[in-house]
């Protein structure tokens, strides 16, 4: 069963915390351990060297009786709360300071081998008086000669008490913070989760039929604000896309519905009253119309539903001369038959990446369009050319033009300017929508210019291919 991340974030919150403190704690008392080592060691070292000039005089040493007071009155060393041993180069003890009792400062060989070498050694040594203590081996030189070997050591009782005291200190204080920490961890954690336990709540409670809801989101823009905010652009996205679903099936239903009635009218009138060979050719031949129109409906919504699957297109270096010339020339018939003076003005060679027929499609979507709308004696001119790192098909028509409101719109499916003239002219509201699929697909984008009663310019912006967006259209990037 794992366990809850209020649980974890706590558990990690309390270790990292108690790691922290044991380290912070271990490197306190390390350091301070070692400073009162050395304050010592400091201290040692010239007292050692003044009761070595005491007690030592070229080629002898003096050991005088009360060598204690001795020190004391005449150079002002009081040996209290200090040991002092001397031993002979053998390491022999041949003196004892009074505050040793029955006591002896051991000679271990380190120390020994050193002091016969001429160095001075440090050490703690346990078992001399009640608490340990801190010892210098002097070593006593007479022309690089070792004569004696001097030992005073230095009682760590005020040490020991400190260190004792800050080991306590620390054992009590730091489990008592772990503790803490723990609790302060959970209370936080707590607080902050149950944020995202409220979004939660208020997510679950969104569905389908009440996407126009979205989540409080109330404080600061720190992390969870901008989660509950990225939540409500993801609703506000769904709901609309809900909307054009539904906008869209009825759209669709409703073009069907048109033909279909049509249809079955049509044939229902042939059967009742037709009785003539050229009477049911007739009826036939309407009815063709209405499948027609109602198959360029299906085509459509095949096309649009292929683009919206986002299903991966072919990614192919294009050349857009090529496909626009062959568009063109598909095209020109029925521009003649309507009597539309079309030409293309400029048909630079320009490459980009994608799929050839969607893009062969968009061109022709747009060049049929600007056909439709355009009157007898009229002209549409085409260009092709690059600017930059773009590709831009321009398509001008001098045809009836699209007011200023429905600009907005003309790319939505189903849409229609003049309802009347493009079901003559057997449209389905979806060409426009297409070509900005496709656009929108092969990363660019489409404007558009227009004014009534003088015609329009689409332009549609296409990126050239390089060699980086060739080498993401091969790994499917683009």
């Given at each position: 069963m794992s366990l809850p991340i209020r649980a974890?974030?706590?558990?990690?919150?309390?270790?990292?915390?108690?790691?922290?403190?044991?380290?912070?704690g271990t490197i306190l008392y390390v350091t301070l351990s070692k400073s009162l080592t050395t304050s010592i060691d400091n201290r040692l070292?010239?007292?050692a060297s003044m009761v070595s000039k005491a007690v030592f005089k070229p080629d002898t040493v003096l050991l005088p009786q009360n060598f204690d007071i001795f020190l004391e009155h005449f150079?002002?060393?009081?040996?209290?709360?200090?040991?002092?041993?001397?031993?002979?180069?053998?390491?022999?003890?041949?003196?004892?300071?009074?505050?040793?009792?029955?006591?002896?400062?051991?000679?271990?060989?380190?120390?020994?081998?050193?002091?016969?070498?001429?160095?001075?050694?440090?050490?703690?040594?346990?078992?001399?008086?009640?608490?340990?203590?801190?010892?210098?081996?002097?070593?006593?030189?007479?022309?690089?000669?070792?004569?004696?070997?001097?030992?005073?050591g230095a009682p760590l009782q005020e040490a020991?008490?400190?260190?004792?005291?800050?080991?306590?200190?620390?054992?009590?204080?730091i489990p008592f913070a772990v503790i803490l920490g723990g609790f302060t961890g959970w209370f936080f954690s707590k607080k902050v989760l149950g944020q995202v336990d409220d979004i939660t709540s208020m997510a679950k409670k969104i569905e389908a039929g009440?996407?126009?809801?979205?989540?409080?989101?109330?404080?600061?823009?720190?992390?969870?604000?901008?989660?509950?905010?990225?939540?409500?652009?993801?609703?506000?996205?769904?709901?609309?896309?809900?909307?054009?679903?539904?906008?869209?099936?009825?759209?669709?239903?409703?073009?069907?519905k048109t033909p279909l009635t049509v249809l079955k009218g049509e044939m229902e009138i042939a059967l009742k009253t037709e009785k003539t060979v050229e009477g049911l050719r007739e009826a036939i031949t309407s009815s063709l119309e209405e499948v027609n129109k109602m198959s360029a409906i299906v085509r459509s919504l095949l096309d649009l539903a292929r683009i919206d699957s986002r299903i991966k297109l072919p990614k192919d270096k294009v050349s857009l001369n090529e496909i626009l010339e062959k568009r063109f020339n598909q095209t020109m018939p029925l521009a003649r038959y309507k009597g539309v003076d079309m030409k293309i003005i400029k048909n630079e060679g320009v490459v980009v990446v994608g799929d050839m027929l969607r893009i062969g499609q968009l061109i022709f979507n747009l060049i049929d369009?600007?056909?439709?709308?355009t009157v007898k004696d009229g002209k549409i001119e085409i260009s092709l050319e690059q600017e930059g790192d773009w590709a831009i098909i321009t398509v001008l028509d001098t045809g009836i033009g699209i007011a200023e409101e429905d600009?907005?719109?003309?790319?939505?499916?189903?849409?229609?300017?003049?309802?009347?003239?493009?079901?003559?002219?057997?449209?389905?509201?979806?060409?426009?929508?297409?070509?900005?699929?496709?656009?929108?697909?092969?990363?660019?984008?489409?404007e558009v210019e227009s004014a009534v009663g003088k015609g329009s310019i689409f332009r549609v912006y296409l990126p050239v291919a390089n060699k980086t967006n060739e080498l993401l259209g091969e790994l499917g990037f683009i």
């Open positions: 974890k974030l706590t558990i990690w919150y309390t270790v990292l915390v108690a790691v922290s403190l044991i380290t912070f070292l010239p007292f150079f002002g060393i009081k040996t209290s709360g200090n040991f002092i041993q001397l031993s002979d180069k053998s390491g022999k003890i041949v003196f004892t300071s009074s505050t040793l009792g029955k006591n002896h400062i051991p000679l271990s060989g380190q120390a020994y081998h050193h002091a016969i070498a001429g160095n001075i050694t440090y050490e703690t040594i346990e078992n001399i008086g009640q608490y340990p203590a801190r010892v210098i081996t002097f070593p006593l030189m007479d022309k690089h000669t070792v004569v004696g070997i001097l030992q005073i020991a008490t400190v260190i004792n005291t800050l080991f306590y200190v620390l054992a009590a204080v009440n996407l126009n809801e979205r989540l409080k989101v109330s404080g600061p823009k720190d992390e969870l604000g901008r989660l509950a905010e990225t939540f409500n652009d993801m609703i506000a996205r769904l709901e609309l896309s809900f909307k054009q679903m539904k906008q869209f099936t009825a759209d669709a239903s409703h073009e069907l369009n600007a056909i439709k709308y600009i907005p719109y003309i790319f939505d499916r189903f849409y229609r300017v003049d309802k009347a003239r493009t079901r003559v002219e057997g449209g389905v509201g979806l060409g426009l929508s297409i070509c900005k699929e496709i656009v929108d697909a092969q990363d660019g984008r489409i």
